[in-house]
């Protein structure tokens, strides 16, 4: 935890969790709180401080656990982009709203200047 607040500070906003269980497996959805890397320049800094803090926890359990836990699910996971006004993001110069937690360093954010 200690590292996240580090890097990260929580801006006012709010954060929704949900999940759905079944004997056939479950979702878990959740919004996070809006969240902005200490000292970013652009908001590409925070994606990819958070990408890099999603590896970083999976190296912490593997350390802990002796056990390597697949991440697959999660670069697979889709996460929804909700941009400001006038930010434009894009992979290779085509806008997107969503796309895979492991196709974040290949994203590039157009911020008004």
């Known amino acids: 935890m200690k590292e996240f607040t580090d890097l990260f500070e929580i801006k006012p906003s709010s954060a929704k969790v949900g999940a759905n269980l079944s004997n ?30 999603i590896h970083r926890v999976y190296e912490i359990y593997e350390e802990f656990s002796g056990v390597t836990p697949d991440i697959t699910p999660v670069l697979n996971t889709t996460i929804t982009l909700v941009p400001k006004e006038n930010i434009k993001i894009t992979i290779n110069g085509t806008e997107v709203e ?10 590039e954010i157009e911020v008004p200047k």
């Open 98 to 107: 969503s796309i895979r937690f492991r196709d974040i360093p290949n994203i």
């Open 24 to 53: 056939t497996g479950s979702i878990i959805s959740f919004t996070t709180p809006k969240i902005m890397k200490r000292g970013a320049t652009s908001p590409k800094d925070t994606l990819l401080a958070i990408y890099n803090f």
